[in-house]
């Protein structure tokens, strides 16, 4: 019995010690509190030894970063690239344009124009190679003994895959017009759509609609079903789908049923036309009974 | 004490109709207020129960979801919109039905569940003469309807046709119905004093007395064993065998999801608010303002602060308190083995009970004998 009592009692204290510690911590929430909102708020980058001193510099904790503003278009870096992850377009005045491309640090007058200037960091090894041909010193790593020009980044992290390519490129869409090179801008927009479209065929952009590719052959198919379909498909709004098939018991007809909804359906018919052409291939098939054509024509009146 | 539908059938008198018409037409308004009731708590309680929890372990919780734009501040207002967030995507996703479940059942089970949650809601008191339907049993109401959701349980986790759901659903019934004991034994108390088992009786009775906590050392006692018996009847941590994550996945709730494990969501949250409620109304003076604690001394210009109208301010007041402490349970103790489950209800808190009853019989029949 001693034991007993003596249990309660102590099973009373602990409960009410415990209870104490977590009300605590729930009142002192302020100074107690470990989660930092990451991609709000960060920690400050530690201060170890990344190497400073040129021979230790560790590029792999940097970045490639190029002032645009010193480039002359000479082209160097992206030649030396192994892996071409730097791409470059340049423009030059024509003959008679007195466009001024504006001036280095160097005091070097620049020749031409840069209307694109990417590194893609996702590919970009860090091998320092493009930094050392530069005349103008104006691409290198951040960080270390760069310091002054660029500190280091935090990270380089980006929320999607598309934000490794750094576009540094500052040339505007006027600039290449009063430089004489619309062409260049037409060349520009091409590309673009291309890459856009062949984004789309690989599932990569949900595109608004349809393919835009496949959308011209195909238009020409449905033409003669959509007329005839359109009408009893707005009136009553057929509610037929794969699912819809599986009232055929016999598993063999039902399979040729199926076939011919796929098949239906890929030639973009619709509605009243899908059911007319599942009727008729079943027929062709002569598995076609007086139960089963009765149920599919039933579809179309809408009922389920 | 009048009820709510007392009040709507004065309130619509004028109409002309029979009463049985008019009644089965006005009761959707209480209806109604209760489920609206049971969800907005459900919405605001899973909110307040995930931040304090991340407080007791020194997290932030839900801080990236705003509500309408409004993104708070940086710690408790932070993701106020997290839970409306997490009711649509409930409602939205697919209801899944194993193969081999016993279907019927399974779509059944949530729906008992709810009904026995949404019934017990009919005889609770939010203050004087706000209660939908004022019983002359009104406890005894409560406990045997807060009772119904076992069945449902046993169903949800027979029906699944899973093991973890079963030995949920068996440990479950095991549960709720040992720890009946202790709670009708200690409500069973208040009955004896009040010689009434309505809940408006009860509360006057503290109100001309003090509060019932007070009554003797026993009610004392009898409260923390009410109220510890009543977060192990509605399953929650420590007493969370059931359900118990690290060994059977959900318990008798594995086998749901979507809106069907929203309702049974839902009735957790209700089955806490409606054990709060009663606690607050049997021990903690139901709609009485603290100053009526022993009723002693205090000018009468005072009872002010006792209408039904702030009535319901200081009853919800005790009642999330409650609520709070039971979150507050959640994030400090280990869950208990079955055994000390067993242990805790048969060979503590029964007999405890047994002589909390005896004692304070003993102590209304020396004070009839000395005081009156």
């Known amino acids: 019995m001693g034991e007993y009592i003596n249990n309660i009692i102590y099973g009373v204290k602990s409960l009410i010690t415990g209870m104490s510690l977590t009300l605590k911590h729930f009142r002192n929430k302020k100074n107690l509190v470990a989660t930092l909102q990451y991609p709000h708020e960060k920690w400050p980058i530690p201060e170890r030894n990344i190497g400073f001193d040129p021979s230790e510099y560790n590029t792999i904790r940097s970045r490639l970063h190029v002032d645009i503003d010193d480039c002359i278009g000479c082209l160097q870096c992206e030649r030396a690239c192994p892996v071409d992850c730097i791409k470059i377009d340049t423009i030059k005045p024509s003959k008679g344009n007195e466009f001024d491309c504006g001036i280095t640090s160097n005091d070097t007058r620049k020749k031409m124009i840069v209307p694109r200037f990417t590194i893609d960091m996702s590919e970009c090894m860090y091998c320092d190679l493009c930094v050392h041909p530069c005349p103008e010193e104006c691409i290198y790593m951040v960080g270390g003994p760069n310091d002054s020009k660029h500190e280091i980044d935090y990270e380089f992290s980006q929320f999607e895959r598309h934000g490794l390519v750094f576009e540094f490129a500052t040339a505007t869409d006027q600039d290449i017009i009063d430089i004489g090179a619309e062409s260049y801008l037409e060349k520009r927009k091409q590309r673009e759509q ?7 065929l690989e599932g990569m952009l949900i595109s608004e609609g349809a393919v835009p590719v496949a959308a011209a052959p195909v238009a020409a198919a449905p033409v003669a079903a959509a007329p005839v379909a359109a009408a009893p498909v707005a009136a009553v709004s057929i509610d037929f789908n794969i699912k ?21 359906k890929r030639a973009k018919l619709e509605g009243v036309a899908m059911i007319d052409f599942i009727i008729a291939e079943l027929d062709k098939a002569s598995k076609l009974d007086v139960d089963t054509k009765s149920t599919l024509e039933g579809f179309k009146e809408g009922k389920a | 004490m009048t009820s709510v539908v007392d009040s709507l059938l004065n309130l619509f008198s004028f109409t002309g109709l029979d009463n049985s018409i008019l009644l089965i037409l006005v009761l959707h308004i209480p209806a109604l207020s209760i489920f609206l009731v049971m969800v907005v708590n459900a919405t605001v309680a899973v909110y307040v129960e995930r931040k304090v929890a991340a407080f007791m372990q020194d997290r932030l919780g839900p801080m990236e979801v705003g509500l309408f734009g409004f993104k708070g501040g940086k710690k408790f207002w932070g993701g106020i919109g997290q839970t409306i967030a997490d009711a649509i995507k409930l409602l939205t996703k697919e209801d899944i039905v194993p193969d081999s479940a016993d279907k019927k059942l399974m779509l059944l089970a949530p729906f008992i569940i709810f009904i026995g949650a949404f019934l017990t809601f009919i005889a609770v008191p939010f203050s004087q003469n706000l209660v939908v339907s004022d019983f002359n049993i009104g406890v005894f109401y409560i406990m045997a309807m807060s009772s119904v959701g076992v069945i449902g349980i046993i169903i949800a986790g027979w029906s699944s046709n899973n093991k973890w759901s079963l030995y949920g659903s068996m440990r479950a019934a095991a ?9 009708g034994l200690s409500l069973l108390l208040a ?153 805790l209800c048969w060979k503590v808190f029964i007999p405890f009970c047994l002589a909390n009853l005896f004692f304070v019989s003993i102590w209304e029949l020396i004070g009839g004998l000395f005081f009156k």
């Open chain 2, 191 to 343: 009955v004896l004093v009040v010689g009434s088992l309505n809940l408006g009786d009860i509360v006057q009775w503290q109100a001309e007395n003090r509060w019932f906590i007070f009554h003797s050392p026993f009610t004392f006692i009898a409260f923390f064993i009410f109220f510890i018996s009543v977060v192990a009847e509605t399953n929650r941590t420590p007493f969370d065998i059931p359900e118990a994550e690290s060994e059977l996945v959900a318990g008798w709730m594995t086998e749901y999801s979507g809106f069907k494990w929203a309702i049974f969501f839902l009735s957790e949250y209700a089955n806490m608010m409606i054990v709060s409620i009663v606690a607050s109304v049997v021990f903690l003076g139901g709609w009485l303002s603290p100053f009526a604690i022993i009723n002693v001394g205090i000018p009468n210009s005072w009872m002010i602060f006792d209408g039904p109208l702030i009535g319901i301010i200081w009853l919800m007041s005790k009642a999330l308190f409650l609520i709070f402490v039971m979150m507050w349970f959640r994030w400090t103790f280990p869950r208990l083995r079955v055994d000390q489950l067993m242990y």
């Open chain 2, 175 to 183: 549960q709720i119905v040992s720890y009946e004991i202790p709670i």
């Open chain 1, 244 to 264: 819809s098939i599986d009232f055929i018991k016999d598993k063999e007809v039902r399979g040729i049923a199926k076939k011919a909804f796929m098949g239906a």
């Open chain 1, 194 to 200: 291309k890459l856009t479209r062949a984004e789309k």
